[in-house]
């Protein structure tokens, strides 16, 4: 499978090199526009083309699918030209700018037969994965909650705020765990330093009285990436900083009684072990890449594909317009 890489800021380097590694993919060129991204790109991978021209890539006889590492704003244009000249895409998160523009470009890869996936990486980790098979297998039971902090001093973005900067992470994992459509949102933040919110909070409501949380902010004092998730009978803690032991389940819960004939409401609370499954110890994004090479050589479509990179752009959209109105209710 031969790749073309549009951008090589900040995320291009871990792509290229992930492709590279692979045994069924070769990169046949690297676009930027920074003159500056293309000298590094150059000096680390000698052999591979450079270009300031991605249209260069996109138009290629050569080329078998374009991955789109670059600016949100720029991402449909980049994969609708894509599309129109056959090749598959892999595109940076969030998937576009507007829910709009994400239905065009899943309709026309539709009607070319070609595949989109959208990065959102964190569903092939090993404790992603191993969530996933404790939810399916109900090991928490119905689910009551989820509840992530994911804050860090920077980094600064320029063109969007910090929900569509990190946001897409926490919403990109709900929506494929909770498999469910939200009812409503509410989000609600601040602008300190430029003309974007840098700190935010969205609250989203599920169906079955599942509720969400998410904190993301760019001034915090110090890194957070934690997650709580709530269910009937067990509850998890993820820590994605820990080095071992990243996801904790914890024998914890509480059962609501009342007795006939009394007003009190009795609450009988269970408090049994932890314990800290074995998690897969594989690199994410290989595991990303290697399954998009094989979901366009099988034809298969992806999970994370263009439908589940729109269902995450619509959640932000919703956010944005809430935030706007200082946290006024959006139903989608």
Not at 35 to 51: D, E, F, L, S, Y
Not at 78 to 86: I, V
Not at 126 to 139: C, D, M, N, Q, Y
Not at 163 to 179: E, F, N, R, T, V
Request: charged content about 25%; hydrophobic content about 40%.
């Amino acid at each position: 499978m031969n790749f073309g890489v549009i951008g090589y800021g900040y995320w291009g380097p871990n792509i290229v090199r992930n492709l590279i590694g692979l045994e069924d993919s070769h990169v046949l060129g690297i676009a930027d526009l920074d003159p500056a991204c293309r000298q590094r790109a150059q000096k680390a991978h000698p052999t591979i083309p450079v270009t300031a021209n991605a249209s260069e890539l996109i138009r290629s006889t050569e080329v078998d699918a374009i991955a789109v590492i670059s600016p949100v704003w720029t991402h449909y244009e980049l994969t609708k030209a894509a599309l129109e000249n056959g090749k598959h895409v892999f595109v940076e998160k969030p998937f576009t700018s507007n829910a709009a523009q994400g239905e065009e470009l899943i309709n026309l890869a539709q009607r070319r037969n070609l595949r989109i996936m959208v990065d959102h990486t964190f569903l092939f980790t090993g404790a992603v994965r191993k969530i996933e098979e404790l939810v399916k297998e109900g090991t928490l039971g119905n689910l009551y909650y989820y509840d992530s902090t994911r804050v860090n001093l920077g980094n600064f973005q320029h063109d969007v705020n910090v929900l569509w900067d990190l946001a897409p992470h926490d919403l990109s994992i709900m929506d494929h765990l909770i498999k469910a459509t939200p009812e409503a949102i509410v989000a609600t933040g601040e602008k300190h330093l430029n003309d974007h919110e840098d700190v935010a909070f969205m609250t989203l409501y599920f169906p079955d009285k599942i509720i969400a949380h998410i904190n993301v902010n760019w001034l915090s004092p110090v890194k957070v990436r934690t997650t709580l998730i709530g269910g009937e009978k067990r509850m998890l803690v993820w820590n994605d900083l820990e080095a071992d032991e990243k996801v904790k389940v914890y024998d914890k819960g509480a059962e609501a009684t009342s007795r006939e004939g009394f007003y009190n409401l009795f609450v009988n609370y269970r408090s049994g072990n932890m314990w800290a499954p074995r998690l897969e110890q594989v690199e994410a994004l290989r595991q990303e890449m290697s399954y998009f090479v094989d979901c366009i050589t099988t034809g298969q479509d992806p999970f994370n594909d263009g439908c589940a990179g729109l269902r995450v752009v619509k959640m932000l959209e919703a956010a944005s317009q809430s935030l706007s109105k200082r946290g006024s209710l959006v139903y989608l």
